[in-house]
């Protein structure tokens, strides 16, 4: 039987206080939280984001620990919890990857499918990549679009504030955006596969990639998690694939990849930053040609 999609969750999973933890391989973060609708994320009657984060984590939280792997929550209630919090919950468990669960929407209501957002740097954008990508292989196949793997400059290191804070400390972070909630088609999946569905999509997905050599280094801790969203951290993406050094060369050698209406549409998604050549070469050249063969397919 598939699971209802509730607006109010019974949590089933073990809850986190200020106390000592028993160390969690997997530390799942249901997204949003709090009191009315403040903390609601996004809300298209009759469902609340907070609501179905919440729902979906409880399940593939129940889920990794019945296979044997030891995953805990950052909340299991309508708990209002700040960003850094939600990462210094799973840094306090001893956690080797925080996984972050959301729905998406967007301001035309046009968009559609389901991606995974990931830290730029290192070691952290290997393991949020394989992973992403193992759970996102299991959430196609329910029939929601596969639209990949993403990362996102800001002018702090890494854009959205739990991959951000998550890598902080030393934690693979990624945030899984199984579907968007205003939109007919995926609504229509999700109402027909029901939040099991996508939270074992996802156990799926965590545990085939705890199954590969990057996650069990990641276990063992032979995989380097340095703290990111240093400088000592960036990786620069250039023409040849390779590392090299910051500086108009490396953004010439990275320029080189695209047409100039693609380089300047580029620039202009880091504009906010005020040094958008530089920032952008931190970002992986797979991951800025698949955005701008997203813009080319007038996705975005």
């Avoid at 403040?38 to 979906?56: C, F, H, N, Q, R």
């Avoid at 296979?67 to 209002?80: K, V």
């Amino acid at each position: 039987m598939k699971t209802r999609l509730l607006p109010v969750i019974t949590a089933v999973c073990l809850i986190l206080s200020t106390v000592t933890v028993n160390a969690a391989t997997v530390m799942i973060d249901p997204g949003h939280g709090g009191a009315g609708t403040a903390g609601a994320g996004a809300i298209y009657p009759p469902y609340m984001e907070k609501s179905l984060t919440l729902d979906v984590a409880n399940q593939l939280c129940a889920e990794l620990n019945a296979s044997g792997i030891s995953a805990e929550m950052t909340r299991t209630g309508d708990t209002a919890l700040s960003l850094p919090e939600r990462a210094a919950i799973a840094k306090n468990s001893g956690a080797k990857l925080l996984v972050s669960i959301h729905f998406n929407a967007s301001a035309a209501h046009d968009k559609s499918g389901c991606a995974v957002w990931t830290s730029m740097f290192g070691n952290h954008y290997k393991a949020g990549a394989e992973c992403g990508n193992a759970i996102l292989s299991n959430l196609s196949s329910l029939g929601f679009v596969n639209k990949g793997v993403w990362t996102k400059a800001g002018s702090q290191g890494d854009y959205y504030g739990v991959v951000r804070y998550g890598t902080s400390v030393g934690i693979p972070t990624i945030i899984v955006e199984h579907c968007y909630m205003d939109n007919a088609k995926d609504r229509a999946i999700l109402e027909s596969v029901g939040t099991g569905a996508l939270a074992h999509a996802d156990a799926a997905g965590i545990t085939g990639f705890f199954s590969s050599a990057t996650g069990q280094a990641l276990t063992n801790g032979s995989l380097d998690t340095t703290a990111a969203n240093s400088a000592s951290s960036v990786t620069v993406a250039t023409g040849s694939g390779k590392s090299s050094g910051t500086g108009s060369s490396s953004s010439a050698n990275l320029k080189a990849n695209f047409s100039d209406a693609e380089w300047q549409w580029l620039l202009s998604q880091w504009a906010y930053t005020g040094n958008a050549e530089t920032v952008i070469t931190q970002v992986p050249l797979s991951d800025l040609k698949a955005l701008i063969e997203e813009h080319n397919k007038g996705n975005i």
